[in-house]
């Protein structure tokens, strides 16, 4: 069964750091941009930030530099490292594989003192 699981979240305070993890299952994952998702309560769902097969980022304008996503091909993981988290990051982080209906289940991750 081809799946995204994602991992990672939890509680951290204003400032601190979070590393998810989405690792897929198929074969897909090598040949597909892989992209992370959020949805934070009462807002849209946006892109957090995406990297291609040829390592390519892109990164949503409210990073800021604080996230860096990386993927590893061998272990069909894509992880997003988050630093500097602020309260306005709470969401559920999604990750997806673009230009398919896979997605993950969500892993909440919420900013707060």
């Known amino acids: 069964q081809v799946q995204l699981v994602e991992s990672g979240g939890g509680l951290v305070q204003p400032g601190g750091s979070l590393r998810l993890s989405c690792a897929a299952s198929?074969?897909?994952?090598?040949?597909?941009?892989m992209e992370w998702y959020r949805r934070a309560p009462g807002k849209q769902r946006e892109l957090v930030a995406s990297?291609?097969?040829?390592?390519?980022?892109r990164y949503g304008e409210f990073v800021e530099g604080r996230f860096t996503i990386s993927r590893d091909n061998a272990k069909r993981t894509v992880y997003l490292e988050m630093n500097s988290l602020k309260p306005e990051d709470t969401a559920v982080y999604y990750c997806?594989?673009?230009?398919?209906?896979?997605w993950g289940q969500g892993t909440l991750v919420t900013v707060s003192s």
């Open positions: 997806h594989a673009e230009s398919t209906d896979l």
């Open positions: 198929g074969r897909f994952f090598a040949s597909h941009t």
């Open positions: 990297i291609t097969t040829g390592y390519r980022r």
